[in-house]
């Protein structure tokens, strides 16, 4: 009787054991070549597993909502896969992104010798004796360090979100003249003496370029000279074709935040800056503008000229990129909602990430970019 009850016993245990294993939810099915055909065959990583990094893009809730992702290596695209409603021909908001255009712009007139980096910026309503603003130079703008009082956010003054200078310049009371706007606040701290990032600066430099491209006021005249340049010296030469620059009524082109274009133009702006300044064996930016733009600032190690470092940031400050996974040479430009133009020269890689994702919930996004980066070789 008591062999019986044991051998009964372990065949329930056998049957029991047996049946966990059946039902035991089996993985999803490998996908089939035909899913996994929007990467190229010339990627030095397998489909399955860049698929497998990239797919979280698009399909984990914490990253929602990825409408676009594009990555470029060894100068050539070798993954594109867009959202639902989107495609390659979709113009998508750069939103900050913008900036780093921006300040590639400002190289280019600092190279034709019409503005210098040290000087004070030539803004009019600073040259006043006495005016503090007048000791601002071009350098403290890029690198986010002009002393001007810009609130970029309106959380971190005790505002509502009406008072932050972004929003009264952009849509409310500034917004007829941006630049008029951000350059008649006043000074917060000595020019050079903290880092604040401010779109504000931005429309500050958009409007020095204006001013140093024509002497008129009118807009039309304005917003005529400034395109002439952007096509002639960035657009053109590097064959960004569907890129659209948004103007104020005043004749500024939206230099911090309103630039329209694909993801594949936002690819090719990440490569000449990749290739410092060069598109197909012409060197259209120096090397030296490019590399001012990739070295820290004094106030800020991940950030240089217009532009986004990966480094760590001083403690109290919100990590940006990801120091930890990739190499600390890579730079991105970056925009509100999660918009990323990621650039690995060790690499040679550019990742663009398009899509709208808030702002306080984005690590889980970018960390996973950081992944997708770190997950290439290094020399390319």
């Known amino acids: 009787m008591h062999k019986i009850k044991i051998a009964t016993l372990s065949a329930l245990a056998l049957l029991l054991s047996s049946c966990g294993a059946t039902d035991k939810p089996a993985g999803p099915p490998p996908k089939t070549a035909e899913e996994l055909a929007y990467i190229s065959d010339d990627s030095p990583i397998s489909k399955a597993r860049l698929d497998a990094l990239i797919s979280p893009l698009f399909e984990n809730p914490e990253m929602a909502e990825t409408r676009a992702l594009l990555i470029m290596y060894r100068g050539e695209i070798i993954a594109e896969r867009y959202g639902e409603g989107y495609d390659q021909d979709t113009r998508f908001i750069s939103w900050s992104m ?21 000087d004070p910026a030539p803004v009019p309503a600073w040259q006043r004796p006495g005016d503090p603003r007048g000791h601002i130079t071009l350098r403290q703008l890029l690198q986010m360090s002009s002393g001007l009082d810009h609130t970029e956010n309106a959380e971190e003054n005790g505002k509502t979100i009406y008072e932050a200078d972004t929003q009264q310049m952009l849509f409310l009371e500034g917004s007829g003249d941006m630049a008029g706007y951000a350059e008649a606040r006043p000074m917060e701290a000595e020019p050079g003496e903290k880092f604040e990032y401010s779109t504000a600066t931005s429309i500050i430099l958009a409007d020095i370029i204006t001013r140093t491209l024509t002497n008129s006021t ?4 304005r917003r005529d000279s400034a395109m002439r340049f952007i096509r002639g010296r960035l657009l053109e030469p590097l064959g960004m074709d569907s890129t659209y620059f948004e103007f104020d009524a005043n004749g500024t082109f939206i230099g911090g935040s309103l630039i329209h274009a694909t993801a594949r133009d936002y690819a090719k702006f990440g490569e000449f800056l990749r290739n410092n300044g060069t598109r197909k064996g012409a060197q259209h930016l120096p ?18 000229g217009h532009i986004w470092l990966n480094k760590k940031r001083p403690e109290g400050r919100n990590p940006i990129l990801f120091p ?31 899509g709208k994702t808030q702002d306080d919930v984005n690590r889980p996004m970018s960390d996973q970019i950081g992944r997708i980066v770190s997950a290439f070789p290094i020399g390319g």
């Open 98 to 118: 913008a900036k780093s255009f921006t300040g590639t712009l400002i190289g280019f007139l600092v190279a034709d010798g019409r503005l210098v980096l040290d």
């Open 287 to 304: 090397v030296s503008w490019v590399k001012f733009m990739r070295t820290s600032s004094a106030n800020d190690p991940a950030y240089g």
């Open 218 to 221: 009118d807009p039309k005249a």
């Open 324 to 354: 930890d996974m990739a190499p600390d040479s890579v730079f991105a430009a970056l925009g509100h909602l999660g918009q990323q133009i990621v650039v690995s020269p060790e690499q040679k890689l550019t990742v663009v990430r398009l």
